[in-house]
């Protein structure tokens, strides 16, 4: 078994004045019993449960099981799958006014195998879990979370019930799935997850809800009754206990959520929260808090609300937060809870990305800055636009700069810098950027002759290349004249306008010849010349 996370801290309940949850008291007990392997009749224990009267707080909860029905996982452990969830829920009662629980089958296209409260009875749902089949399809875990936040939001319901998404998975190839996670998370929902393989952990991680110690689970197929006490106490503590609990963390937010023992009628509900320190103590300690140590915030919040977000907090810092219900029919009926959490640490990317043409064929690219305590590595993507083959180079993490070679000419590429930080995490920040077009042959002079002058003097006359007229700038020449021992002097040159279309240099041939040059100019470079040697 393996389990992850660093603890963000305890749960705490209400004070006991009001009326107990006794079933959930129950429902501890029944799992202990099964644990000590006593023999005990599920539907009598059942009765009893109908029978016993129920606190308030905890009649109502929706539980959502996502089951991976995918070709990826084989037959022996979808069947392990099933028995273990029947065997983990058969404690909990069911029906109107207590557990509603669905099954939603990821594959191609999700599968509803039953809806939330589709079923009132342990033999019922029984049953109907025993009836799920597998699908074999593609495992496109995305669709199903997009029919599991519309599933979960329609059983939220006005008086804000806690709401559980437990998924189950080999943890193989699960795809983009951190956007829908975030919106369950954002709308209240508790994800839990079993991974029965060694899939992607880093995602596992970041999909379930906080604290990822009780929340996720990593185990084989063959050890899943090792984790069911675990799991089935922390389903329990969301869906039954009455705390302040962080149902999503980022690094400068929290979502708190309760549940509701005021009504707006009733009463309100006072907040305080303080970075370093239990508020109102007096006592605080820097963990991450700078300046701020020491200083709590609060604000009242409606008695009809069961949620509130904490906004501008520090990253990578530890916090205490406190409810107090205000109520002048309960003034001693309620005392305050508390719940400490840690914030993420803040994962940066690359806030600046450059990127220069080298030719047609190559780029290189460059980001800043570089984050040497926080960053292990960079990604490199790029592709051409629209819609073509993603490569990818990787580099460490105290560089800032890669060479992207074997590029299409006169092309657009989206280019991709993502940071991966040591915790997991990523940020990428995209540009895009033009290879440049594969410059076409410059015209070349057609024509040079040269005739020889008076004084040991040569005239050169040559004729304009055809072609590109509007870029011609004008002509390089370069002479150099022989000596009677058969030697060459230091060459010479000079440069004339487009319009010329002659020269005379004088005393080249002193020695009996001389070697001449001329180049055409243009705009973007030196055409190919000709040469011609007179004399000798």
Same mark, same amino acid.
């Given at each position: 078994m393996g389990k992850s996370g660093q603890s963000r801290g305890p749960l705490h309940t209400w004070a006991p004045r009001p009326q107990p949850s006794l079933a959930c008291a129950v429902i501890r007990v029944w799992s202990l019993w099964r644990s000590l392997s006593f023999s005990l009749n599920p539907p009598a224990c059942f009765l009893l449960l109908h029978l016993l009267p129920v606190a308030l707080n905890c009649r109502e909860g929706a539980l959502l099981l996502l089951l991976d029905s995918s070709g990826s996982v084989s037959s022996y452990e979808f069947q392990r799958l099933r028995l273990f969830l029947e065997e983990l829920l058969r404690p909990f009662p069911l029906g109107p006014g207590h557990v509603q629980v669905g099954l939603l089958q990821v594959d191609t296209l999700p599968h509803l195998g039953f809806g939330l409260g589709a079923h009132r009875s342990q033999p019922e749902l029984r049953a109907a879990l025993m009836q799920a089949r597998q699908l074999r399809g593609d495992t496109n875990t995305v669709a199903a979370l997009a029919l599991a936040k519309d599933l979960l939001s329609s059983a939220r319901g006005a008086g804000g019930i806690p709401r559980v998404l437990l998924w189950l998975t080999d943890g193989v190839r699960p795809g983009d799935v951190d956007q829908w996670m975030s919106r369950l998370k954002d709308d209240g929902v508790t994800v839990l997850a079993l991974a029965t393989g060694q899939g992607d952990y880093q995602t596992l991680r970041r999909a379930v809800s906080p604290p990822v110690e009780s929340h996720l689970y990593v185990v084989d197929v063959d050890d899943l009754r090792i984790v069911m006490e675990e799991l089935r106490e922390a389903i329990i503590e969301i869906l039954c206990a009455e705390g302040l609990r962080v149902v999503h963390l980022t690094a400068r937010s929290a979502v708190l959520q309760w549940r509701p023992v005021l009504t707006t #009628? @009733?009463?309100?509900?006072?907040? *305080?929260?303080?970075? !370093?320190?239990?508020?109102?103590? =007096?006592?605080?300690?820097?963990?991450?808090? =700078? @300046? @701020?140590?020491?200083?709590? *915030?609060?604000?009242?919040?409606? =008695?009809?609300?069961?949620?509130?977000?904490?906004? #501008?907090?520090?990253? #990578?810092?530890t916090y205490t937060a406190s409810l107090t219900p205000m109520s002048a029919l309960y003034q001693d009926h309620f005392s305050t809870l508390s719940v400490t959490f840690t914030t993420l640490p803040e994962l940066l990317g690359p806030s600046v990305v450059s990127v220069l043409a080298y030719g047609p064929h190559q780029m290189n690219v460059s980001w800043g800055p570089l984050q040497p305590g926080h960053v292990q590595g960079y990604r490199v993507e790029y592709a051409v636009l629209p819609g073509g083959h993603v490569s990818t180079v990787e580099v460490e993490g105290h560089r800032n700069s890669a060479v992207l070679a074997g590029l299409e000419p006169d092309t657009q590429y989206l280019v991709t810098v993502s940071a991966l930080h040591t915790t997991g995490g990523e940020r990428a920040m995209s540009v895009k950027a033009c290879t440049q077009e594969v410059p076409a042959p410059l015209p070349a002079l057609e024509e040079l002759l040269l005739t020889p002058l008076d004084g040991a003097g040569v005239e050169a006359r040559w004729r304009a290349p055809s072609g590109q007229p509007d870029s011609l700038r004008g002509y390089w020449l370069s002479w150099e004249a022989g000596t009677p021992a058969g030697a060459w002097t230091s060459m010479s040159y000079m440069q004339v306008g487009a319009g010329t279309l002659s020269a005379q240099l004088a005393n080249v041939a002193g020695g009996g010849c001389a070697r001449?040059?001329?180049?055409?100019?243009?705009?973007? =470079?030196?055409? #190919?010349?000709?040469?011609? @040697?007179? !004399?000798?």
């Open positions: #009628d @009733t009463g309100s509900y006072h907040l *305080q929260w303080q970075c !370093g320190g239990v508020p109102g103590s =007096g006592s605080s300690s820097a963990s991450g808090c =700078g @300046t @701020t140590a020491g200083w709590p *915030q609060g604000r009242s919040v409606s =008695g009809g609300s069961n949620r509130a977000e904490l906004s #501008d907090l520090r990253p #990578d810092a001449v040059c001329v180049s055409p100019v243009y705009r973007s =470079g030196r055409g #190919d010349g000709l040469c011609c @040697t007179s !004399g000798g």
